[in-house]
């Protein structure tokens, strides 16, 4: 089972928008090696990485049994977007993933 889900973080402000750069260069300067107990495999860098996609302010962790947290800014207003997307052997875990993953981001974020 997979489960996705949007997390929006509002930023008001030139001090809301100065935090969601520090937040961004915060996740490519101390990439954590876990995300909510999930070992991190890969870490793409859209601002750097050879993806042969066009070059974009996001930044995707992909995570040990197929999990992945997408970190973006809005194009068109000041909100921090967050994507999860959890797999489980079942629905119930596939939920509790995504679960542990937002805590974890609301934690990272301060809310």
Known sequence: YYESKL???QFEGAD???KMQDLLRGLREHTPAEIAG???EQVIDYQNDETGLPRSNV????LHGGAEVVVRPSGTEPKLKVY??????GRKEAAETTERLERFVDEWIGK
């Open 7 to 9: 997390l929006s973080f």
């Open 16 to 18: 809301g928008f100065a």
């Open 38 to 40: 999930l070992q991190l």
């Open 59 to 62: 930044v995707r962790f992909l």
């Open 84 to 89: 999860l997307t959890a797999v489980g052997q």
